[in-house]
């Protein structure tokens, strides 16, 4: 399969839209030694089961993709990754008194309703310019489902970022068995509950675009789509991140995810 050319990727890249401040992000020591305890100890005390930790990238930027039925499934992915990881968070989280000090201390990034999510994905260039590693949950929020299939249609916001970091890798993994461990709305956990967690091969948006059976696109299909107007090239770049999207929420049904 043909790779598309440096030129068709940054021009797919600047289309985004989304620009980071220009400054470095930092991942906060107290997280770094959050670190060193939280996912020995979690591991401990849960039966937690991970398959394929091999394909999540050490170093770099990585950008990881799950499916969302518990609020322990952030924690999932920071053990498995073991690296700090940031996840775009809700403002409601740094409102709340009992959250707020853990969001800010843990570097993670506060997102507003009324800004549809723009300010959050600078916030996120910022994460992934600076070499650290994103968590997304690409159906936007918790699954709402009161029963299984609990996994929803995805939001497009991911799929941008990817396109906005056509080089690095997106790595999809998919959490069985969370919401039996900590069922929604409940503080209460049950530790005996079997947790599978299971992460398929990375792939980068820049692949993708270029697979057949993915954007099916090339370099002279990119330069025409620079020749349109601003609505046309918009027009386009939606099609593709929604296509992005379902594809990647297949990947997770596929892989497991209820």
């Known amino acids: 399969m ?24 930092s991942t906060p020591m107290f997280y770094k030694g959050l670190m060193q305890v939280v996912p020995v100890l979690v591991r401990t005390i849960t039966n937690v089961r991970y398959e394929g930790l091999e394909r999540i990238p050490d170093k770099g930027p990585v ?29 409601e989280h740094f409102e709340d008194k009992k959250f707020q000090k853990l969001m800010i201390s843990t570097g993670q990034i506060e997102t507003f309703r009324d800004s549809g999510g723009t ?24 699954s709402r489902n009161k029963e299984p299939p609990y996994l929803s249609r995805g939001k497009t916001g991911g799929a941008r970022l990817a396109a906005r970091f056509p080089e690095v890798p997106v790595v ?6 969370a919401r039996n461990f900590m069922a929604p709305g409940s503080a209460m956990v049950n530790p005996f509950a079997k ?43 939606k099609l593709l991140y929604r296509q992005f999207t379902d594809q990647l929420i297949e990947n997770l049904r596929v892989l497991g995810a209820p």
């Open 195 to 237: 947790v599978q967690v299971n992460v398929d091969n990375p792939i980068t948006f820049a692949d993708w675009l270029a697979d057949p059976d993915g954007g099916n696109m090339t370099n002279d299909d990119i330069a025409n789509m620079i020749e349109l107007d601003e609505d046309g090239q918009r027009s386009i770049m």
């Open 63 to 91: 950008i990881l993709a799950g499916n969302h039925t518990s609020h322990i499934d952030p924690i999932l992915k920071i053990m498995g990754a073991r690296r700090p990881v940031h996840y775009l968070a809700k403002a």
């Open 119 to 142: 300010d959050a994905l600078s916030s996120a260039v910022d994460v992934l310019s600076s070499g650290n590693v994103m968590g997304i949950f690409p159906e936007g929020t918790r």
């Open 172 to 177: 999809p993994i998919a959490i069985i068995g």
């Open 2 to 25: 043909a790779g598309l050319s440096s030129d068709s990727l940054n021009s797919v890249s600047k289309l985004t839209g989304l620009e980071g401040s220009g400054n470095a992000h």
